[in-house]
T-cell receptor, first 113, second 113 residues
Framework: DQQVKQNSPSLSVQEGRISILNCDYT??????FLWYKKYPAEGPTFLIS?????DKNEDGRFTVFLNKSAKHLSLHIVPSQPGDSAVYFC????????????FGQGTTLQVKP | DSGVTQTPKHLITATGQRVTLRCSPR?????VYWYQQSLDQGLQFLIQ???????AKGNILERFSAQQFPDLHSELNLSSLELGDSALYFC????????????FGSGTRLTVV
């Protein structure tokens, strides 16, 4: 049972344009949602998060939007840069006394110069 | 360097064998997480330890076991290895047992032949 899904395995955008990465989830009990970025031969690095009580969180070029009714979140990168090329994982955290995360399958973003 | 150290970086072993993966958390972090990433899959949560005690368990196989030692480093033991156990194994650490923006190591790539 895949509770967090990223249905687009890959995305290609031109430098300077907007990148939109999408994620769907099924469990309404998740209380935090996160995005991690992963470069080859490195571990994932935390990028941005959003609480389930918010609908938007912004950090520089990165904005995460949460639509609880649709159980959908998205990551917007504006403007996209070639250095943003990486695998992006959506993740969700349930309530409780643990930091366990449920990850999506990842979306490979390629930003072309 | 994320501060989380995983050894070895690469491991090739035969089916039926047993291996031990090691993780040293970032200085000051009390919680350690283990995740498995198989080909084209997202990260699957295996187990979490907090200050030496098991805090949460995921879909970890009975052939797998882990522990966290008094110096807070952790080991993941994989036994009776099968071809399907070939994967990237990531360790992550965090200060508490419930924070979610944790720091990942660069992973151990296990190949079972």
């Amino acid at each position: 049972d895949q509770q967090v899904k990223q249905n687009s395995p890959s995305l290609s955008v031109q430098e300077g344009r907007i990148s939109i990465l999408n994620c769907d989830y099924t469990n309404s009990m998740f209380d935090y949602f996160l995005w991690y970025k992963k470069y080859p031969a490195e571990g994932p690095t935390f990028l941005i998060s959003i609480s389930s009580i918010k609908d938007k969180n912004e950090d520089g070029r990165f904005t995460v939007f949460l639509n609880k009714s649709a159980k959908h979140l998205s990551l917007h990168i504006v403007p996209s840069q070639p250095g943003d090329s990486a695998v992006y994982f959506c993740a969700a955290k349930g309530s409780g006394n643990t930091g366990k995360l449920i990850f999506g399958q990842g979306t490979t973003l390629q930003v072309k110069p | 360097d994320s501060g989380v150290t995983q050894t070895p970086k690469h491991l090739i072993t035969a089916t039926g064998q047993r291996v031990t993966l090691r993780c040293s958390p970032r200085s000051g972090d009390l919680s350690v997480y283990w995740y498995q990433q198989s080909l084209d899959q997202g990260l699957q949560f295996l187990i979490q330890y907090y200050n030496g005690e098991e805090r949460a368990k995921g879909n970890i196989l009975e052939r797998f076991s882990a522990q966290q030692f008094p110096d807070l480093h952790s080991e993941l033991n994989l036994s009776s290895l099968e071809l399907g156990d070939s994967a990237l194994y990531f360790c992550a650490s965090s200060l508490t047992g419930t924070d979610y923006g944790y720091t990942f190591g660069s992973g151990t790539r296990l190949t079972v032949v």
